[in-house]
């Protein structure tokens, strides 16, 4: 009897084989349609799915073709590229163009080099003093704007401690491009090291001992080795810096000098010369390169890297111990640390001296006059970064959860759009809000609201990225456990993912309020008198050159975003841990058991 | 939320419904990303699985045996065809309200909750009361003996534990229909036939329709009431693990359920149920030919498993070089050189006459009763 049934299966089968490709368009729209069904009866995915979209478009979308449209149209809002021509024959804007090209493929590559340095000797070499290092590396991500601008005039401006004090040089100009340089070598070469660490580490370290094993001396190891292997993430950190470096403000704003880059320009253009529509080309020109790096990047490197994601370490490196490779490294990585320390340690004194440069005596006015102020700036700051945090993680690891593990139409474009916000200048971000959100029905010019909107969508996609690679390390049986089980996808959302996106979450969180806490060029257009914040604060302290005051705002802001990343670690990390739920049921069933 | 509300109430629906599984010609084409092809991973797969059966999916990687079984979890759309359970067509049921459990093959355990909660889970999601769910949650540890490491998280425990959890957590809700993907194949040798047995014995005892998918032959011949032989996304043969060792419908079952000899033959006759083949101008009678009857005339192969052929060393119509001898302690395993062929043969009883080495000559005895006849 059952051979009867397999014959009849076989004859079946073959039957079927040659008509088989037409039936699979028919099966195709089948498909989908039976997807599409199914996806309704998620109604939660579907709600959550269609707001991300609006918002997406609303926040990201709709004011950057804002800035497009403005830029090609007159005053009449007819299309006109009368406002391209002015701009374009104008020879100094060029200028603009590739001075910013120049200044962020010079910082790429330096960035880049000294995050390789510092990459590979925490990776592959017993450093002393590790922990230090790593600490050093990472600070200036952290920290607020304007600090080491202001610390380089500290110490090379016209009343610098180096300049003036120990060389006696009166006419030392600090502002141009080798300042400019110098500053965001050092604030950029975080994403640099955060970047060439992740490649270092996922290099399996067999691959190296094995080169090792052929008789391959260390120099030889990493020439043939590890360099070629990390190609791919140096390209990428060189486009991730790049990137950083064109939409940098806050430093070419108060330390480039007659050095014009396009992020300061578009502002000049809009605050002093009231030429929205001037502004709105540069910022078109200074998105071009950014986009086209962003792309590269995202899309043409990812491809090519040799290392996979998902893999764990699969035994601990051994690390080099060899002292002609571990001091010569720790050397130049000190030397690099100890500038780092003295630019910040700079600021830090100058906010407690009366007059820098004249007279060096302690004192506390400086945070007197920035009390006197009033709290009002900070207290924004604080308030609009603490409302947009917990919105951008949460939306952050929604995004992430829907691209990795649903599938559903414009997959694709959420995903990319989403991510888009990275390699937006914020100047280019600010001037599309003031453009967007001035009329009704979105008129939203002057509130909180658009500040933290402006937060949310720039701070985004770190979020998204994080949660998105730890995702791809969750065996999706584990969600698929949970819906099997009997849980829509919200509450395995909820009760699965959430839990085991933990700490990426908490990355999420702290990296979106410290870069709202220390945003300047996406909300330099948006604040109000009702709305400052206490960047912008500081940034008008420079402008009148009240340095010293604008170095006690700084320490100030500083303690404030310890203060929160160290609460955010308890809020995320410690309440409500598993660990602490566990033992409240423990004693629950308990009770239970013995009934 | 409304979401869970829903589940319970078709859980309820559900429960107390019949549990037979039906796959009706289900297709399933995958389109690769990259280069656009397409790819039948099920072809027109029709299956039934009756209620409180425990069927197994055997087939080499690749065969579509995982792919059929997501379908039926709902994780996958069948691109064609229709399946059912209990009656009712599932192509419009999300995964989670069909009433069926899966134990995955790297178990799934939820990290972040320990065994207690996690064997819960599915009950917690019904929302249903407290009591219940202690009560049911602890019948669970019991039965799978994991009393006194409920409190411990699924990374503090063994392999053979992990597996046990995962098991506890998939029947504790009283599952229509339980599906195992290869949940063995990450235990060493010796535990994965303890927890074969185990297994076996808590899917009779439950009365649990069951779907199993391994490429392990042993596991699904100790395991299962029938069998499912696929490849490359067909059903080659259905049956009892006994009807597919000793009536292989086709050569690449017959290789894949133990070992075979296949000796091409010409179809001299029929008489009744019998046939006559000849085999290098011998004529062998085939009193169970088995259920393949290709025309007289015709070329055909003989499906000959090792234990059909008795070794001797008294000249017989047919015979050979022996080309390796191997000691298998219950057994002895010789191959021996046949015109072009090798052909494989178990001596069981191994007395001291009967030994062959290897060059010597050795003749073929055949047990007839113990041959196939393969169109």
Redesign the interface.
């Known amino acids: 009897m059952?051979?009867?049934?397999?014959?009849k299966?076989?004859a079946?089968?073959r039957a079927?084989?040659s008509p088989?490709?037409e039936?699979?368009h028919?099966?195709?729209s089948?498909?989908r349609k039976?997807?599409a069904?199914?996806l309704l009866?998620?109604?939660?995915l579907v709600l959550a799915i269609l707001l991300i979209f609006g918002l997406l478009a609303l926040f990201i979308v709709f004011p950057l073709v804002k800035v497009g449209t403005l830029s090609v149209t007159d005053e009449k809002g007819a299309f006109s590229l009368e406002g391209m021509r002015q701009i374009f024959s104008n020879r100094s804007y060029w200028q603009t163009f590739w001075n910013s090209i120049k200044l962020g493929a010079i910082v790429a590559v330096i960035a880049t080099l000294i995050g390789y340095l510092f990459a590979y000797s925490l990776t592959r070499v017993k450093m002393p003093a590790g922990r230090f290092f790593q600490m050093l590396a990472t600070l200036p991500i952290i920290s607020p704007p304007f600090v080491l601008s202001l610390s380089m005039i500290f110490l090379f401006g016209r009343q610098g401690l180096i300049t003036k004090g120990l060389l006696h040089i009166d006419d030392f100009d600090v502002y141009g491009l080798p300042s400019l340089i110098l500053v965001q070598s050092i604030s950029f070469f975080p994403v640099a090291y955060l970047t060439l660490t992740g490649i270092l580490e996922s290099i399996d370290s067999a691959v190296e001992d094995a080169a090792l094993n052929l008789g391959a001396s260390k120099w030889h190891i990493f020439r043939t080795v590890t360099l070629p292997l990390s190609v791919p993430g140096i390209a990428s950190s060189f486009l991730l810096v790049f990137i950083q470096s064109m939409e940098d403000f806050s430093n070419p704003a108060v330390i480039s000098g007659r050095y014009t880059t396009l992020a300061v320009e578009a502002y000049r253009l809009i605050t002093g010369m009231y030429d929205t529509r001037g502004g709105a080309i540069l910022a078109i020109m200074l998105i071009l390169p950014t986009l086209i790096a962003f792309i590269l990047q995202k899309y043409w490197l990812n491809g090519k890297s040799f290392v996979t994601v998902t893999g764990k370490p699969t035994q601990q490196r051994k690390k080099t111990g060899d002292p002609r490779i571990v001091w010569p490294l720790f050397t130049l990585c000190l030397l690099i640390s100890l500038f780092i320390i003295l630019l910040y340690g700079t600021v830090l004194v100058g906010a407690f001296v009366k007059t820098w440069g004249i007279n060096y005596k302690l004192t506390l006015d400086h945070f007197k006059y920035v009390f006197s102020l009033g709290w009002d700036t900070l207290r924004n700051s604080i308030v609009l970064s603490a409302v947009a945090t917990p919105i951008t993680g949460i939306l952050g690891m929604i995004i992430a959860y829907l691209v990795i593990r649903k599938n559903f139409p414009g997959k694709r474009v959420m995903e990319f759009t989403s991510m888009l916000t990275s390699a937006i200048p914020g100047t280019v971000l600010g001037i599309g809000y003031i453009l967007a959100f001035n009329q009704k029905p979105f008129l939203f010019t002057g509130t909180a609201f658009i500040l933290i909107m402006a937060f949310t969508f720039r701070n985004m996609p770190v979020g998204i990225e994080s949660g998105t690679s730890t995702l791809m390390q969750i065996?999706k049986?584990?969600e698929?456990?949970?819906?099997?089980?009997?849980?829509?996808?919200?509450?395995t959302f909820r009760?699965?993912t959430l839990?085991?996106l933990k700490q990426a979450f908490f990355s999420g969180l702290v990296y979106s309020f410290v870069r709202s806490m220390t945003a300047v060029s996406s909300i330099i257009f948006l604040i109000s008198p009702r709305w400052n914040v206490a960047t912008t604060r500081i940034f008008s302290l420079f402008e009148i050159s009240k340095y010293s005051d604008a170095a006690a705002y700084i320490v100030i802001m500083i303690v404030v975003i310890l203060a929160a990343i160290a609460l955010l670690n308890r809020l995320v990390l410690h309440s409500g841990s598993?660990n602490s739920q566990?033992n409240v049921?423990?004693s629950k069933?308990k009770g239970?058991?013995h009934e | 939320m409304s979401d869970t509300t829903a589940t319970e109430s078709t859980y309820k629906a559900f429960s107390g419904r019949s549990s037979n599984v039906t796959l009706k010609n289900v297709t399933k084409v995958f389109t690769s990303y990259d280069t656009k092809k397409e790819v039948v991973a099920v072809n027109n797969v029709n299956l039934e699985v009756a209620e409180g059966e425990m069927v197994t999916l055997l087939g080499p990687s690749g065969c579509g045996k995982t792919t059929t079984l997501r379908m039926i979890a709902g994780f996958e759309d069948p691109s064609s065809g229709e399946i059912f359970i209990g009656g009712i067509p599932m192509t419009t049921v999300p995964p989670n309200k069909r009433g069926i459990s899966l134990v995955f093959q790297s178990y799934a355990l939820f990290p972040h909750l320990d065994i207690w909660e996690n064997i819960a889970y599915g009950l917690r999601v019904q929302k249903l009361p407290k009591a219940e769910i202690a009560q049911r949650t602890q019948k669970a540890v019991e039965l799978m003996q994991l009393q006194g490491m409920e409190h411990r998280f699924p990374a503090q425990v063994s392999g053979g534990q992990q597996q046990r959890i995962a098991l506890a957590r998939a029947i504790v809700i009283e599952p229509r229909v339980l599906l195992f993907d290869e949940p063995l194949s990450n235990l060493d040798a010796k535990l994965r036939e303890k927890m074969r047995d185990e297994l076996r014995a808590l899917q009779k005892r439950l009365g649990i329709t069951s779907l199993y998918v391994t490429h392990d032959q042993s596991e699904a011949m100790a395991i299962s009431d029938r069998v499912v032989i696929m490849k490359d996304g067909s059903i080659m043969q259905v049956g009892t693990p006994r009807e597919i060792y000793e009536k292989p419908a086709n050569r690449f079952v017959a290789n894949f359920i133990g070992k075979a000899n296949f000796i091409p033959c010409d179809v001299v006759g029929y008489d009744g149920q019998e046939a006559m083949v000849a085999i290098y101008g011998k004529t062998l009678r085939l009193p169970k030919p088995g259920d393949n009857r290709p025309a007289v005339g015709s070329k055909a192969t003989l499906c000959v498993r090792p234990e059909a052929i008795r070794l001797s060393k008294d000249e017989t119509l047919l015979g050979g070089k022996v080309t390796r001898a191997t000691y298998y302690g219950s057994h002895v395993e010789y191959e021996v050189q046949l015109d072009d062929l090798s052909i494989i043969t178990e001596q069981n009883e191994a007395k001291e006459s009967e030994l062959f080495h290897v060059g010597e000559s050795a003749w073929f005895t055949f047990k007839p009763e113990l041959i196939r006849l393969l169109s």
């Open positions: 059952e051979n009867d049934g397999t014959q299966t076989t079946a089968m079927v084989q088989l490709t039936q699979i028919v099966n195709g089948r498909q039976t997807a069904v199914k009866r998620q109604p939660f065996d049986s584990i698929e456990a949970s819906t099997i089980l009997g849980a829509g996808s919200g509450l009760r699965i839990p085991l598993t566990g049921r423990k069933h239970l058991a």
